[in-house]
């Protein structure tokens, strides 16, 4: 499969999952708000270390820059 997720859109993501991994592990989100949100932080990282997005494969979104041809 062709990779459809750009540098800042995987750097994002992976920000977010950090983020949320440090409200869970500071006790600021706990209960099923901290399931959904650590579910959510687990699809970002694996989408980002794979660089594909599956979410953006029915709309034919990229965030990756075209490499020109010359």
């Known amino acids: 499969m062709k990779k459809n997720m750009g540098t800042l859109d995987r ?3 992976i920000i977010a ?3 949320i991994a440090v409200l869970y592990y500071s006790g600021v989100i706990s209960g099923t708000l901290a ?3 650590g579910i959510i932080a ?3 990282v694996l989408t980002s270390l794979v660089g ?3 979410a953006y494969l029915p709309f034919g979104l ?3 820059k075209t490499e020109s041809k010359a």
Do not use: E, Q
């Open 35 to 37: 399931i959904v949100l």
């Open 42 to 44: 687990l699809v970002f």
């Open 62 to 64: 990229s965030s990756c």
């Open 52 to 54: 594909i997005c599956p």
């Open 17 to 19: 999952a950090v983020v």
């Open 11 to 13: 750097t994002i993501r």
